[in-house]
């Protein structure tokens, strides 16, 4: 009946409406308010932009600095720092305003000191954020690592970098060539980004004979393009020490519009043919003018009515017909005794003949034909979409019928009870998906229960799925999945608890407290076991993405229960998802600039986790000087040299043969792991069996000593 009733709408508008074709003409104005400068130079201020007392919007003043040869308008003036901000333009529809950065970031190295020029930016408290969408963070330079740290939301850091790997002039992209990794790199950034800082790392140093300095920005997107020379001394930066353009978003900030109207009195809309829209980059909102209107909805009076009719280029109608410009609007229509669609600009209206002929009555009747035949298709295929939703309506309800039968169906309000109103004494965690609860049910079973953030109503059928699917998982190294609820808009999952913390507290909590060789290795292998299995042992792959020492649980006995393997990156086997958070330290360097994670992406950070096992160095450690180091880059550095045995763990040293055999072994399989392009990298099958060989001589190693201690005795 729902399809029937859609039908039959759809017939009746047919009927009913005549069919228009209108285009939203949204030009930028140029107006300020009334006795206000509208220019600096050669950009245009409009308003709430304003020079001079009175003349724009607490938040958006602009100076003009005549002091030059040619005027420059200000955005922002830091006298101390030198460090003005140059607009460039804006664009009061899409609520941008480009301006020039002058904060590029270099390292000079000349083979025995370093000389680092900071990049910083900072626009809090201000109306304007960095675009994500219009900019990019650009590294230039061979063998360099360069990242901004950043704070998109409060108490929350984001890093965000590239590498670039060339080993020598020749090997680069090229003049003009992409930035991919080869003289330059590219990264994305946040939205909602206020403030960033520029950081490099320590040990991209071997270049500097060819390519002594190298640089990093936040510029706008596509306008860098990379040239052999930027590799060259300081040209690159004498060649923009004006700066380099940056697209910045701005709003009124503050309170959100409701349904294109502001209920404040202190609405920055003025014109009554004007409504608002919430910015998608950070709170607050744009103006717009209505459809039919163009110019400043800012000012009282500044959206006007276009008269289409003068603009027929852009709002076609037929040069014989009766154009009728009205208030918003326009008409367009055959003059009597005619009959055509005006509405094109090749439409033609044609005269009615007082009799038709023959030819006229075929061709009359071949229209009316062709345009049944047309509704009646149109009309065919509105019926199968109907039928294809009505099924997946009836699939989904299967789906959750499956989810019963699969697992234990929490009500809302038993959750709630279990951690006393999910109380924050009972984090356990918390993560990039949401937080863990402690709980404890009625029957005094003690779980662990993920809250997570807020989702779409859209993700609601792929969510059941992943249920569905975890479900189905039976492992002894993976946390097991009890339940969930799905009474609420944000669903919560339930696992089994598991009491004795994660590798990361066992490894860094108490350093002083001795781990055993034979530990470590249990440790390694069954995560590996666990990896594995999601990697290749069921019908679908999962793809970790965010393998950690703080993702593996331990139980009592040290068995392994690896966690947070997302049901998000649930694929088909054998393809990629997105990249979409990191842990830092652990992160892939060729999802830097790919935004993509596989299941070589994984085995490196198993790779930074054996690491840890046989180190007990976190994945970023501080080295002598106080200075942040990564330990994945650190290995290979010392590995080059044969001097990686130096930063296993005291603890592991030994004379025994078969002890430094086992080590050296545990090295090889890291230096694999760690390997920079992922196609050089092992299997999770390979690591096992690795492994798995590894735990065998150090057991035939414990048998030769038992039986030694026995012969002492």
């Not at 009946?1 to 709408?9: D, Y």
């Not at 009175?54 to 006298?79: K, V, W």
């Not at 951690?419 to 402690?438: D, I, M, P, R, S």
């Not at 229960?561 to 892939?588: N, Q, T």
Request: aromatic share 8%; glycine share 8%; with cysteine.
């Amino acid at each position: 009946m729902a399809c029937v009733r859609q039908l039959l709408s759809f017939f009746f508008f047919i009927i009913l409406m005549i069919p228009l074709l209108t285009t939203l003409a949204a030009a930028t104005s140029n107006i300020s308010l009334p006795g206000c400068p509208s220019k600096c130079g050669k950009v245009t201020i409009p308003y709430p932009f304003g020079m001079g007392n009175g003349c724009y919007r607490e938040g958006f003043q602009i100076t003009c600095d005549e002091s030059m040869t040619h005027p420059r308008a200000i955005l922002f003036r830091n006298e101390k720092h030198n460090n003005d901000v140059e607009l460039i333009n804006v664009n009061i529809t899409t609520g941008e305003a480009r301006v020039l950065n002058k904060k590029i970031s270099y390292v000079c190295f000349n083979g025995t000191s370093r000389n680092i020029s900071g990049g910083l930016m900072f626009l809090r408290y201000s109306p304007f954020v960095f675009s994500n969408q219009q900019n990019k963070f650009v590294a230039i330079g061979c063998r360099t690592l360069a990242y901004i740290a950043s704070q998109a939301k409060p108490n929350s850091m984001y890093f965000s970098g590239c590498v670039s790997t060339c080993s020598s002039r020749n090997s680069t992209t090229g003049d003009g060539g992409p930035c991919n990794g080869l003289g330059c790199c590219q990264a994305a950034i946040p939205a909602g980004l206020t403030l960033y800082s520029v950081f490099w790392s320590n040990t991209f140093n071997d270049a500097w004979r060819f390519n002594p300095c190298s640089y990093a920005m936040l510029v706008e997107d596509g306008w860098y393009k990379f040239q052999v020379q930027d590799l060259t001394g300081l040209d690159f930066y004498e060649r923009n020490k004006n700066g380099v353009p940056v697209v910045l978003n701005w709003a009124i900030r503050g309170s959100p519009c409701q349904d294109g109207l502001m209920k404040s009195h202190d609405t920055a809309c003025r014109s009554r043919h004007s409504f608002c829209h919430n910015t998608r980059n950070g709170n607050g909102y744009l103006c717009q003018c209505r459809q039919g209107y163009e110019g400043n909805p800012y000012l009282t009076g500044g959206c006007i009515d276009i008269d289409e009719c003068k603009s027929l280029d852009k709002y076609p109608c037929s040069s014989n017909a009766i154009c009728m410009n009205s208030d918003g609007n326009f008409t367009c229509s055959c003059p009597k005794g005619t009959y055509g669609n005006p509405y094109v600009n090749d439409g033609i209206c044609i005269k009615i003949p007082e009799k038709f002929s023959h030819h006229a009555r075929v061709i009359l009747g071949s229209t009316l034909g062709g345009a049944t035949i047309l509704i009646l298709g149109i009309l065919v295929v509105m019926y199968i979409q109907c039928k294809k939703r009505m099924e997946e309506k009836e699939e989904y309800q299967k789906y959750y019928q499956m989810m019963n039968d699969h697992l234990r169906v929490f009500s809302r309000k038993q959750l709630e009870n279990a951690t006393n109103n999910f109380n924050e004494a009972n984090v356990l965690g918390e993560g990039g998906q949401g937080k863990v609860y402690k709980g404890l049910l009625e029957n005094n079973q003690v779980i662990a229960i993920k809250k997570a953030r807020a989702v779409e109503e859209t993700q609601r059928e792929e969510f059941v799925n992943e249920i569905i699917l975890l479900s189905q998982i039976n492992h002894k190294n993976i946390v097991r999945l009890l339940g969930c609820c799905l009474e609420v808009k944000i669903p919560m999952l339930v696992y089994e608890f598991v009491p004795n913390g994660t590798a990361y507290h066992l490894l860094h909590r108490n350093k002083t407290s001795p781990i055993s060789l034979g530990t470590r290795l249990n440790i390694a292998l069954e995560s590996a076991v666990a990896l594995d299995y999601i990697h290749s042992s069921i019908s679908r792959t999962i793809i970790h993405g965010d393998i950690k020492s703080a993702n593996i649980l331990l139980d009592a006995d040290y068995t392994v229960k690896v966690s947070d393997f997302g049901a998000s990156s649930v694929v088909p086997a054998d393809e990629i998802i997105e990249l979409v958070h990191f842990s830092r330290g652990y992160l892939d360097p060729e999802c830097l600039y790919t935004q993509i994670i596989t299941k070589n992406s994984d085995v490196y950070s198993f790779g930074v986790v054996i690491l840890e096992l046989f180190t007990r160095m976190e994945a970023v450690y501080l080295d002598e000087k106080g200075e942040r180091q990564a330990l994945a880059t650190s290995f290979l550095s010392k590995a080059r040299t044969n001097e990686h045995r130096k930063m296993l763990d005291v603890d592991l040293i030994s004379n025994n043969g078969k002890v430094i055999e086992i080590l050296d072994k545990i090295c090889a399989i890291v230096g694999q792991c760690l390997s920079p392009k992922g196609d050089d990298r092992p299997t999770m099958s390979q690591i096992v069996q690795e492994l798995q060989k590894i735990a065998r001589l150090h057991n035939s190693m414990l048998g030769f000593q038992s039986d030694s201690e026995e012969a002492g005795s």
